[in-house]
């Protein structure tokens, strides 16, 4: 039997649980990031992804005004400061980088915050900035991909534990085993 779920309250929760990435960013000498699930990529050549990102978020605002940000893939294991990062606004806490608990550095190409605990990163430009209802979809061009070696290609799973958002602030990971389906 289905049950009918309200259009105001989080229907989206049923595309989760969905992978929790950092966006950050850098610009006229501030810099912030926000967790954000609502991440994708979306061509392969060129080499771009979206994130969806609330206007009024102070991440928008910087990467509007410097036209490029980074994603951070971070594992399970750091939810409490990738929730802390989603949680806090840089406007109102300009060091809440600092006071995540998380380590950085600096982009290779990109001048905004990296995570040294992050396993994987996409350097980005702004492409395009889509206005899409309350959140704008911000697309950017890849111009720099490395990650350490248990994402290098495919995911190891063994090593690799994806951090999954639920829902609000509720996380899982994957398993050790995954099938393989034939066709």
């Avoid at 309200?6 to 967790?35: C, I, Q």
């Amino acid at each position: 039997m289905w049950i009918d779920i309200n259009l105001k309250d989080k229907w989206y929760y049923l595309l989760h649980p969905r992978p929790v990435v950092v966006v950050s960013v850098a610009f006229n000498g501030k810099e912030t990031a926000m967790a954000a699930s609502w991440c994708m990529p979306v061509s392969k050549s060129p080499p771009l992804l979206a994130v969806s990102i609330a206007p009024s978020r102070y991440t928008y605002e910087l990467i509007k005004g410097s036209k490029e940000f980074i994603v951070n893939v971070l594992e399970y294991r750091y939810f409490k400061e990738v929730s802390y990062l989603g949680t806090v606004s840089g406007r109102d806490i300009p060091d809440k980088i600092d006071r995540s608990g998380l380590s950085k550095e600096y982009g290779r190409i990109v001048k905004a915050p990296v995570f040294k605990e992050a396993v994987g990163v996409l350097e980005c430009k702004l492409y395009k900035d889509v206005e899409a209802g309350d959140h704008n979809v911000i697309i950017g061009e890849v111009l720099k991909a490395y990650a350490k070696e248990s994402l290098k290609a495919e995911p190891d799973i063994k090593k690799y534990k994806v951090m999954l958002q639920i829902a609000g602030l509720k996380y899982t990971t994957s398993l050790d085993t995954y099938e393989v389906a034939e066709v």
